[in-house]
């Protein structure tokens, strides 16, 4: 058996926790090591489940039959040692011994800078606007948006980061074929194509196990250089990943809200132990040491065409949205959406109602 391939079969491997299945690795000296050791050993010296979930799978050719599966899917799997393992990976105490992957894995190739942008599933109005504002702009600034795909924040942070032309990392508690949860299927489907890469310990067909989450938090903080918390409980899977963060030696970011709010205790509390209050994109580009005005020309390159093409309008001198309108062909409805946009991202200004110059 090839590294590439023991590897794999050890991702196989799904119904043990990372951590049982590297501690009994360990045991027998690593992946090829517990990959030589006879069944009568194994079945002797582990439980039965563990016996039956290291023995299931291991079979030359049915490793090979799932890689090939895997081809047909158009989806990578990536182990340490890999050309696109994220570096930052191999600074993390647990780190995975293979990632499956779907969409554009040369992002994986340079992740820095990337900040993961987690929070609440039932998350308010105004929590999702904190999210999408501020994935937004870090994504306008070249900053990779990495979360769970979840319900509220995570899937506003993703869908945010597409929007402004940058790339997003989704990272799965359930096989990478198994978009979870459903409502979120778009996101899935616009990063699978273009918008980034989707990530998984999981292979084809593994359900979201309420075990797999936690383990998958600890990759979502791994891949970053700091977490920014939006809404957060104070019992919240969040302060997971704001912890495994702290134990990564990451950066925690959070929003503050309503000393009233319940949904905000999570994030005042982090505040409160020290963790950076984020109001504005730059209390975290600063802390990063981003320019965001030099940043600015790579920004530009990552607007969308549409967007592109009503920035090219836009010059130092002011112009009328009409005058937009008739040299793009897009309607006013159209062009006032992107300009709104184009604002967002602090790349142009509207001097006086509806006359624009480049910012």
């Known amino acids: 058996m090839t590294e590439e391939l023991l590897y794999l079969w050890f991702g196989m491997i799904s119904r043990m926790t990372h951590t049982v299945k590297m501690n009994v690795a360990m045991k027998y000296g690593g992946i090829r090591g517990l990959w030589n050791t006879s069944e009568e050993q194994l079945r002797d010296e582990l439980t039965q489940a563990q016996a039956d979930g290291f023995l299931e799978h291991r079979d030359a050719g049915k490793v090979a039959a799932y890689a090939e599966e895997l081809r047909r899917n158009d989806i990578t799997y990536i182990y340490p040692g890999h050309k696109l393992y994220p570096g930052k990976l191999y600074d993390i105490p647990d780190p995975p011994m293979l990632l499956f992957a779907a969409g554009d894995v040369d992002v994986l190739a340079d992740l820095d800078p990337a900040v993961a942008v987690v929070g609440a599933r039932k998350a308010s109005v105004y929590g999702r606007e904190a999210a999408n504002r501020l994935s937004g702009e870090l994504a306008a600034s070249g900053v990779t948006i990495v979360s769970g795909m979840a319900l509220g924040i995570d899937g506003t942070a993703h869908r945010a980061a597409m929007k402004a032309g940058g790339k997003t990392v989704a990272v799965l508690g359930s096989g990478i074929n198994v978009p979870y949860p459903r409502?979120?299927?778009?996101?899935?489907?616009?990063?699978?194509?273009?918008?980034?890469?989707?990530?998984?310990?999981?292979?084809?067909?593994?359900?979201?196990?309420?075990?797999?989450?936690?383990?998958?938090?600890?990759?979502?903080?791994?891949?970053?250089?700091?977490?920014?918390?939006?809404?957060?409980?104070?019992?919240?899977?969040?302060?997971?990943?704001?912890?495994?963060?702290?134990?990564?030696?990451?950066?925690?970011?959070?929003?503050?809200?309503?000393?009233?709010?319940?949904?905000?205790?999570?994030?005042?509390?982090?505040?409160?132990?020290?963790?950076?209050?984020?109001?504005?994109?730059?209390?975290?580009?600063?802390?990063?040491?981003?320019?965001?005005?030099?940043?600015?020309?790579?920004?530009?390159?990552?607007?969308?065409?549409?967007?592109?093409?009503?920035?090219?309008?836009?010059?130092?001198?002011?112009?009328?949205?009409?005058?937009?309108?008739?040299?793009?062909?897009?309607?006013?409805?159209?062009?006032?959406?992107?300009?709104?946009?184009?604002?967002?991202?602090?790349?142009?200004?509207?001097?006086?109602?509806?006359?624009?110059?480049?910012?």
Do not use: W
């Open 183 to 359: 409502e979120n299927y778009d996101i899935y489907h616009d990063i699978r194509n273009g918008g980034g890469v989707v990530l998984s310990e999981c292979g084809l067909d593994i359900r979201p196990d309420a075990f797999r989450f936690p383990y998958r938090n600890r990759i979502i903080s791994g891949l970053s250089s700091g977490v920014l918390i939006v809404e957060a409980r104070e019992k919240s899977g969040s302060l997971i990943t704001a912890d495994q963060a702290l134990e990564q030696g990451r950066e925690v970011y959070a929003v503050p809200g309503r000393i009233t709010d319940s949904g905000s205790r999570g994030c005042n509390g982090l505040i409160r132990m020290g963790a950076v209050c984020v109001t504005q994109v730059e209390d975290i580009l600063d802390e990063m040491g981003i320019n965001r005005a030099e940043s600015k020309a790579f920004n530009k390159n990552l607007l969308a065409p549409a967007e592109k093409k009503v920035y090219s309008c836009v010059r130092l001198e002011s112009r009328h949205i009409d005058d937009i309108c008739f040299e793009t062909g897009i309607s006013v409805s159209e062009v006032t959406q992107i300009l709104y946009e184009l604002e967002q991202k602090r790349l142009i200004k509207q001097l006086v109602r509806n006359y624009y110059v480049r910012a």
